[in-house]
Antibody
Framework: EVQLVQSGAEVKKPGESLKISCKGS????????IGWVRQMPGKGLEWMGI????????RYSPSFQGQVTISADKSISTAYLQWSSLKASDTAMYYC?????????????WGQGTLVTVSS | DIQMTQSPSSLSASVGDRVTITCRAS??????LAWYQQKPGKVPKLLIY???TLQSGVPSRFSGSGSGTDFTLTISSLQPEDVATYYC?????????FGPGTKVDIK
């Protein structure tokens, strides 16, 4: 069974750093792209970026380039999303997704989400 | 970049009604279009990919059509468990973009 299990909720202060994780299981982790999706409170879905754990090829949405860093450790089947200096506007639910490249590309499996709250 | 729009932004329909949601891309995207369902407080779920291919396990009352710039998601007979927000999403070499969502509830 394919599963993406994300790290738990975080409460941080503005200016702090943060790294959240997403562990894949039940499939070949190095053979599928992993993506990150943001959902701000009461808002829609936004694609942030993707990584191919096989070779760490990473692509960012222009909206998030320079704002976050996506990485992966294929030895432990885990992808990461990190911030060096959080802002209140980073408060959101963050989902990791597995991407299947068949006739285009789509997000076929989703993690349970990690709620990040940034508040002074 | 390619922009995605959806209409309507919300709708209310009766159980058993046929419901259609439209998604439009600002440029042609072939059939690289997926639909997702997000029930209140839940994780989004893939319904349809490649514009018209039903994801495994999704009820057959859901269907998708379209190509190029205009796409539709149809629920043939609305059920109470279909209350959700529906998002379209495009894929191209520049990446992924979601539509703003269509909220569906029961009248």
């Amino acid at each position: 069974e394919v599963q993406l299990v994300q790290s738990g909720a975080e409460v941080k202060k503005p200016g702090e750093s943060l790294k959240i994780s997403c562990k894949g299981s039940g499939y070949s982790f190095t053979s599928y792209w992993i993506g990150w999706v943001r959902q701000m409170p009461g808002k829609g879905l936004e694609w942030m970026g993707i990584i191919y754990p096989g070779d760490s090829d990473t692509r960012y949405s222009p909206s998030f380039q320079g704002q976050v860093t996506i990485s992966a450790d294929k030895s432990i089947s885990t992808a990461y999303l990190q911030w060096s200096s959080l802002k209140a506007s980073d408060t959101a639910m963050y989902y990791c997704v597995r991407i299947t490249m068949v006739r285009g590309a789509h997000f076929d499996y989703w993690g349970q989400g990690t709620l990040v709250t940034v508040s002074s | 970049d390619i922009q995605m729009t959806q209409s309507p932004s919300s709708l209310s329909a009766s159980v058993g009604d046929r419901v259609t949601i439209t998604c439009r891309a600002s440029q042609g995207i072939s059939n690289y279009l997926a639909w997702y369902q997000q029930k209140p407080g839940k994780v989004p779920k893939l319904l349809i990919y490649a514009a018209s291919t039903l994801q495994s396990g999704v009820p057959s009352r859901f269907s998708g059509s379209g190509s190029g710039t205009d796409f539709t998601l149809t629920i043939s007979s609305l059920q109470p468990e279909d209350v959700a927000t529906y998002y379209c999403q495009k894929y191209n070499s520049a990446g992924f973009t979601f539509g703003p969502g269509t909220k569906v509830d029961i009248k």
